[in-house]
């Protein structure tokens, strides 16, 4: 599979902003998409009409980084981020590609940041550093198309006799209330090192298959269980957890490292991941009958009141 090529269209419109999309860039880069900044493609005497062009077009992705000066300026039609939406706009008319064009959430809300162009599109909100890591799982996933799919349909028969010698048997669901666990390393998907020298070229990412797909309460839990296990090892890294489908990835470690260190603290943070989520979903229930409770008691109250209120 070929890298996505991506292009981020941002406003500078102050240091911060331009050092955190050097990072996002720099961060999909060595998760495989090959990103394209203009920080690093632009040299003095470049025309930049024609970079701006060239980006948009030749990429298979866009991602937009709003913030309120984006949406302002790209309404308005004002410098280069005008000069975007122009052709970013004509793009999506003449070809229909809306999925090229992702908005990204960085400042303020959808309301504020969110170009108008782009309003109702599925964006991703890497404002909040609580939710990053898994909703920045959402848009790598997405952007090497490796979302889950629908399983494939079964053939229609119009026989009312089944034929058992041909039947395919099935694999029985998951029920949604069995806790979750990990079935093993997903090999197929272990990414290869770097190994040019430099700071954690060595190391790598690797994916678990769980047992079934589970809630997002469940990964965000898992994710801080990992950064915060109640026990760990001297090797122990926080922040290279993530969580998105059927796995749980390590992504920044070694095959060894799994087996020495990794392991166990894994299996630590389903468990807590698990009991966390079951403590949250009883309490859930809890308040929920509560408030069943006392609506009853509060329409029977009523239902009380109104028979002996009589207007004769």
Request: proline residues 5%.
């Amino acid at each position: 599979m070929n890298n996505p090529r991506t292009f981020i269209s941002y406003a500078w419109e102050s240091e911060e902003i331009k050092k955190w999309v050097k990072e996002l860039a720099t961060e999909l880069r060595n998760d495989g998409i090959d990103a394209k900044l203009d920080q690093w493609e632009v040299l003095p005497g470049d025309q930049m009409p024609y970079f701006m062009e060239k980006s948009v077009r030749e990429n298979d992705y866009v991602l937009i980084i709003c913030t309120p000066k984006y949406k302002s300026k790209s309404e308005n039609r004002i410098g280069g981020v005008g000069y975007e939406g122009d052709i970013m706009t004509a793009e999506v008319l003449q070809n229909s590609k809306h999925r090229k064009f992702i908005p990204i959430l960085k400042f303020g809300t959808k309301e504020t940041s969110i170009p108008s162009w782009l309003q109702g599109k599925y964006y991703v909100d890497l404002s909040n550093e609580d939710h990053y890591e898994n909703n920045y799982s959402d848009l790598t996933t997405t952007l090497l198309n490796n979302r889950e799919t629908a399983p494939e349909l079964g053939i229609l028969t119009t026989s009312k006799t089944p034929n058992l010698r041909n039947q395919v048997p099935k694999s029985e669901p998951v029920p949604k209330d069995e806790s979750i666990r990990i079935k093993g390393i997903v090999i197929d998907e272990i990414t290869q090192p770097r190994n040019d020298g430099t700071a954690g070229s060595g190391l790598y990412k690797i994916p678990f298959e769980l047992n079934r797909t589970p809630s997002y309460e469940w990964r965000e839990l898992f994710i801080n269980a990992w950064n915060r296990p109640p026990s760990w090892t001297s090797m122990h890294r926080p922040g290279i957890a993530k969580a998105y489908g059927n796995q749980v990835i390590l992504n920044g470690t070694t095959i060894e490292e799994v087996e020495k260190y990794h392991k166990d603290t894994l299996k630590l943070a389903v468990e807590v991941a698990n009991k966390q989520l079951e403590e949250f979903n009883t309490r859930k229930q809890q308040q929920a009958e509560r408030e069943r409770i006392e609506r009853d008691n509060h329409r029977k109250n009523i239902d009380d009141i109104s028979n002996r209120i009589n207007f004769d």
